[in-house]
């Protein structure tokens, strides 16, 4: 991560969000599965897969940036 780079910030912060959002589902869905629930679990498993690839893609955006210098990266 850079130095004071608010773009490194925002990524950061969205990742984490993100992840919070996987998460909770993640939870949602073991529950469900547990609880034999499969009209549940079949509902939310898409919205699982989704929010993990979303993870995935900001995962992948923060590699790209950290890539670049920090000067760059300071006015990207
Ligand atoms: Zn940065």
């Known amino acids: 991560m850079h130095q004071n780079c608010l773009e490194c910030t925002r990524?950061?912060?969205e990742y984490a969000l993100v992840t919070r959002h996987?998460?909770?589902l993640e939870g949602r869905v073991?529950?469900?599965r547990d609880?034999?629930?499969r009209q549940t679990?079949?509902?939310l498993d898409p919205l699982l897969e989704r929010a993990?690839?979303?993870r995935a893609e900001i995962r992948r955006r923060i590699q790209e940036h950290e890539l670049l210098p920090q000067?760059?990266?300071a006015n990207a």
């Open 35 to 37: 609880s034999q629930d």
């Open 11 to 13: 990524l950061w912060s």
């Open 52 to 54: 993990a690839a979303e």
């Open 22 to 24: 996987f998460l909770k």
């Open 41 to 43: 679990a079949a509902e």
């Open 71 to 73: 000067a760059e990266a």
């Open 30 to 32: 073991q529950t469900a």
